[in-house]
């Protein structure tokens, strides 16, 4: 079952500032760094990609990494948002668990 999702993605990191992991939804083994807000987010790929028909698009399709560089897989360079935290938070609840 795919989860509804916004369909809108910015790719132009956000002016310096101090993004903080989330203290839930950062995950070792996570491949994909997110931003909402401040707050960073490092996904398993494959869970979004079962679990949401918006992330299976957006990573199968090539929305984003369609060359080289780091977006979405360092710190410095996440995927960002247009969520706030509370959303994605719940997103990720209702979702991932």
């Known amino acids: 079952m795919h989860s509804s ?10 002016p310096e500032s101090t993004a903080t992991r989330h203290p839930r939804f950062y995950y070792p083994n996570g491949s994909l760094i997110f931003r909402a807000e401040d707050t960073l987010y490092k996904l398993v790929r494959d869970t979004l990609v079962k679990d949401s028909e918006v992330f299976s698009d957006m990573l199968t399709l090539g929305v984003h990494f369609n060359g080289p560089g780091t977006e979405g897989t360092i710190d410095e360079d996440p995927i960002i948002l ?11 609840e209702g979702s991932c668990g």
């Open 5 to 14: 999702f916004p369909r809108i993605f910015m790719s132009v990191p956000p």
């Open 82 to 92: 247009p969520l706030t935290v509370k959303q994605f938070d719940l997103y990720l």
